[in-house]
């Protein structure tokens, strides 16, 4: 158990659907994450969150559109989807955004299918 | 481009030898590098990690080595252990942009 809990752990949704991603953290962290990890590609930086204020956007469609009401939760709203979105989309959150040593944790992901 | 790259994706192990993970990155402005271990059906755990004012970090049965002029970097695992099955990414963040960069990951499995 790291601290932080995404639901729902699967989801298959259609290219017309819109649907949303829940992460929280129990940590008292300021920063949090959304990660997507693609079959054979890296981990791919999404969004960043400190202090509930987006300081990145690794230049993500706009079909994907983060929220962070307060520091301990961040959601993912997706609409219009394509299958090539596909993936998992992990959250994770660190004590600060900044500084080299910055650990992550991260939670169990969720599993998007996109048909 | 890749900046970190695993080049093998995947490693077989017999229980109790060494395992030895390899990461190669090409951006000479990182200098904090991490591995993380991450099972099935769970995010990615942080194992280890190592500054780049160091060429060696060590604990319990982990050691990652860091080799700067190479671009190098190495986690050994002994004795390995079943439970160490995993994959495993190694990450690096550069001191401008404070990013995380993570590579490909290698599935261990580590076998009785």
């Known amino acids: 158990e790291t601290g932080v809990t995404q639901t729902p752990r699967h989801l298959v949704m259609g290219m017309t659907n819109k649907k949303s991603l829940k992460c929280e953290q129990h940590?008292?962290?300021?920063?949090m994450y959304w990660y997507k990890q693609s079959a054979k590609k890296p981990l791919e930086l999404m969004f960043v969150y400190s202090l509930e204020e987006r300081v990145e956007n690794n230049s993500v469609p706009s079909r994907f559109s983060p929220e962070c009401p307060n520091s301990s939760h961040l959601f993912l709203h997706l609409h219009t989807l394509q299958p090539e979105d596909s993936a998992l989309y992990l959250c994770?959150?660190?004590?600060?955004?900044?500084?080299?040593?910055?650990?992550?944790?991260f939670g169990s992901g969720t599993q998007l299918s996109v048909l | 481009d890749q900046q970190v790259k695993q080049n093998s994706p995947s490693l077989s192990v017999q229980e109790g030898r060494i395992s030895i993970l390899n990461c190669d990155y090409t951006?000479?402005?990182?200098?904090?590098f991490l591995w993380y271990k991450k099972y099935p059906a769970e995010g990615p755990t942080f194992l280890i990690s190592i500054s780049s004012i160091k060429d060696k970090n060590e604990d319990g049965r982990f050691t990652v080595f860091l080799n700067k002029s190479a671009k190098h970097l190495s986690l050994h695992i002994v004795p390995s252990q079943p439970g160490d099955s995993a994959v495993y990414f190694c990450a690096a963040r550069s001191y401008n942009t404070d990013k995380l960069i993570f590579g490909t990951g290698t599935r261990l499995q580590v076998f009785p």
């Open positions: 951006n000479s402005m990182f200098d904090y």
């Open positions: 940590l008292g962290h300021n920063a």
């Open positions: 994770a959150s660190s004590q600060d955004h900044s500084g080299a040593a910055e650990k992550l944790f």
